[in-house]
C-alpha cells in the first residue's frame, strides 16, 4: 500500500483568521509557493462578528465576515492558495529539515509552517448545554439573537465578547442578564459603559450556570451565587456563552513548546522551539486577542519564514528590506 | 448550475412539502455570516444532487412562520424534508464533506 505523495509547498499555513491570511498575503507577495488550511469559515472568530469597531482605516466599523472575506480576496490576489480542509496532524521534521503537515484533503510537506488557528470559544460543560445548542444554546448571539425577539435571553460572561453579543441580543431580546462569576466585568471600559447604560441590560454578579434545562428548547437555567451559595432559577429562551477561550493547539501537544493553556510559545519573530515552524494570533502566548495584532503577527511570521527559507534551503528572500540586514549595512 | 430557488412562507407547502422529491431546506438571514459560507456549498450541492434532491433557500427575517413552525433558533440550519416530513437536520456551518454525509444519511 503506498499513500499519495506529499504535495510541496514552500510555507503551509494553517487557520484563515486575520492572522493566516495576512501571513498568507505576505508569504504569497514574497513569491512562496503559499497554501492555507481552513476547518471551517474564513475570518475564523471575526466571521461571526457583527461589527468590528477596532481595525484602523475603517472610522465607521465594518462587519467581520466582510472584513475575513476582504483578507482571503487580497491574499488569493498575489497568489495564496486557499483549501478546505480539516489539519489532522503535523510531523516536524519528518524529511530533513521539511515538516509534514496532514490533512483531511491529503498530506503536504513544507519549508516553513505558520500555525494560525487560534482559539474556540470554551464551553459551560453544564448539564443541558450539548443537548440544546442550537436549540436556545448558543456561542454566536449574530447568527441567533433574532429568533428570540420579545424574548428574555442570557449571557454567560464578562469580557468583550460577552458585552458585545450581549448588545447585539438587546436589537431583538426584551431584557439581557448578562450572568458573571465576578463582581466586575473584564470588557473594555467603552463596551462597559454602553452595557451598563443599556436598560435591557440587568447584571447577574458573582453568579455561575449550574445547568440548562428545557424540553426541546431553553426554558430555564439553574443558577448559583457563588459568595452566598444561594441557588436559583432564571426562565430565558436563550442562552449565550461567552466564557474565555482555549487555543486550538491539542494537536500540538508533545511536539511544540506550550503554556498550559495550550498556547505556543514564541520570539518576538514569531518563532516557536522547532526550527521553521512559527505560530501567530490568539495560538501564541501573550497575544492581545486583537484583529489588528493578529494581522501585525501573521506579517512578522510570514517575513520571517521567508528568510528562514532562504537561509537554510538557498535562494534569496522574497518578503523584502529585512531590518537586521539594513541595520548592518555599510 | 442549479441555483437553490428562494420559497416562503406562502410557497412552502406546494414547493416544499409537497415535493414529489426529497427537498433541502436552507433557512439563512443576510446578516448571518456562516450563512453566507454555506451557501455556496450547497449551490455546489445542488449541483451534484441535481434530479435527485430539491434544494431551496429560506429567509428567516422575511418568514418568520415557516422558521417558528419547525423550531429553527439557530442559522445556518438545512433542513431535509421526505413526503413533508422532516428527517435530516443540520445546524451550523459544515465542511462540504460532512454536509454530504449527513444529507446521505437522511435519504
Excluded at chain 2, 97 to 102: F, M, V, Y
Amino acid at each position: 500500500m503506498t499513500a499519495a505523495a506529499p504535495k510541496e509547498y514552500d510555507i503551509v499555513i494553517v487557520g484563515a483568521g486575520p492572522a493566516g491570511l495576512t501571513a498568507g498575503l505576505y508569504a504569497a507577495r514574497a513569491r512562496r509557493k503559499t497554501i492555507l488550511f481552513e476547518r471551517k469559515v474564513t475570518g475564523g472568530q471575526i466571521a461571526t462578528t457583527s461589527d468590528v469597531e477596532n481595525y484602523p482605516g475603517f472610522p465607521d466599523g465594518i462587519n467581520g465576515f466582510d472584513l475575513g472575506q476582504a483578507m482571503q480576496r487580497q491574499a488569493e490576489k498575489f497568489g495564496l492558495e486557499m483549501a478546505y480542509a480539516d489539519v489532522t496532524d503535523v510531523v516536524f521534521n519528518a524529511e530533513g529539515k521539511r515538516h509534514l503537515v496532514k490533512t483531511s484533503e491529503g498530506d503536504y510537506l513544507a519549508k516553513a509552517v505558520i500555525l494560525t488557528g487560534g482559539a474556540d470559544y470554551n464551553k459551560l460543560g453544564v448539564q443541558g448545554e450539548e443537548e440544546l445548542t442550537g436549540f436556545g444554546v448558543s456561542y454566536c448571539a449574530t447568527c441567533d439573537a433574532a429568533f428570540f425577539k420579545d424574548q428574555e435571553v442570557a449571557v454567560v460572561g464578562g469580557g468583550d465578547a460577552a458585552m458585545d453579543e450581549g448588545l447585539f441580543t438587546t436589537r431583538y431580546a426584551s431584557k439581557a442578564y448578562v450572568i458573571h462569576r465576578r463582581d466586575q466585568l473584564r470588557a473594555s471600559k467603552i463596551l462597559q459603559e454602553r452595557a451598563f447604560a443599556n436598560p435591557k441590560m440587568e447584571f447577574v454578579w458573582n453568579t455561575v450556570v449550574e445547568a440548562i434545562e428545557g424540553e426541546g428548547k431553553v426554558e430555564r437555567l439553574r443558577l448559583r451565587n457563588v459568595k452566598t451559595g444561594e441557588t436559583s432559577v432564571l426562565p430565558v429562551s436563550a442562552i449565550f456563552i461567552f466564557i474565555g477561550l482555549t487555543p486550538n493547539s491539542q494537536y500540538l501537544q508533545g511536539k511544540l513548546k506550550l503554556d498550559n493553556g495550550g498556547h505556543a510559545y514564541v520570539n518576538l519573530w514569531m518563532e516557536t522551539d522547532v526550527p521553521g515552524v512559527f505560530a501567530a494570533g490568539d495560538l501564541r502566548v501573550d497575544s492581545a486577542r486583537q484583529v489588528v495584532a493578529a494581522a501585525g503577527d501573521g506579517a512578522t511570521a510570514a517575513i520571517r519564514a521567508d528568510h528562514y527559507i532562504s537561509s537554510e534551503f538557498g535562494g534569496e528572500p522574497g518578503a523584502g528590506v529585512w531590518v537586521e540586514e539594513a541595520a548592518t549595512a555599510e | 448550475m442549479a441555483k437553490p430557488s428562494e420559497v416562503t412562507d406562502a410557497t412552502f407547502d406546494a414547493d416544499v412539502l409537497k415535493a414529489p422529491e426529497p427537498v433541502l431546506v436552507d433557512f439563512w438571514a443576510p446578516w448571518c455570516g456562516p450563512c453566507r459560507m454555506v451557501a455556496p456549498i450547497v449551490e455546489e450541492l445542488a449541483d451534484e444532487y441535481a434530479g435527485r434532491v430539491r434544494f431551496v433557500k429560506l429567509n428567516t427575517d422575511e418568514n418568520p412562520s415557516t422558521a417558528a413552525r419547525y423550531g429553527i433558533r439557530s442559522i445556518p440550519t438545512l433542513l431535509v424534508f421526505k413526503s413533508g416530513e422532516p428527517v435530516g437536520q443540520i445546524i451550523g456551518f459544515r465542511p462540504k464533506n460532512d454536509l454530504k454525509k449527513r444529507l446521505d444519511a437522511a435519504l
